[in-house]
Nanobody
């Protein structure tokens, strides 16, 4: 599966962005999908995940209530809506796909495919 992330850019604090991650295969609906991010000089961290049909989502505390993950299996695409952006949200954002779509994982090593990353820069 090839994943293509897009939608990053520069935004002022308090603004919003929507990231997209398009998958190359129709089997996309069988994968759990998650978003990770990596800020300069820091390790990659889990942001949130969504199961195969969108019926279950989970977010890390730092983005809960500000970020929303959704998916459209008909379009083979997962989205990350970023609201109320903060300078500390500045990072490269990655989407990742995990076989066994019922459960996502917070551990990056559990994912089978990764997108190339899209940069989000938030200024104060």
């Amino acid at each position: 599966v090839q994943l293509q992330a897009s939608g990053g850019g520069m935004m002022q604090a308090g603004g919003s962005l929507r990231l997209s991650c398009a998958a190359s295969e129709r089997t996309f609906s069988s994968y759990a999908m998650s978003w990770f991010r990596q800020a300069p000089g820091k390790e990659r961290e889990f942001i949130g995940g969504i199961n195969w049909n969108g019926g279950s989502t989970y977010y890390t505390d730092s983005v809960k209530s500000r970020f929303t993950i959704s998916r459209d299996n008909a379009k083979n695409t997962v989205y990350l809506q970023l609201n109320s952006l903060k300078p500390e949200d500045t990072a490269v954002y990655y989407c990742a796909a995990k076989r066994g779509g019922s459960y996502y994982s917070t551990e990056s090593r559990m994912y089978d495919y990764w997108g190339q990353g899209t940069l989000v820069t938030v200024s104060s």
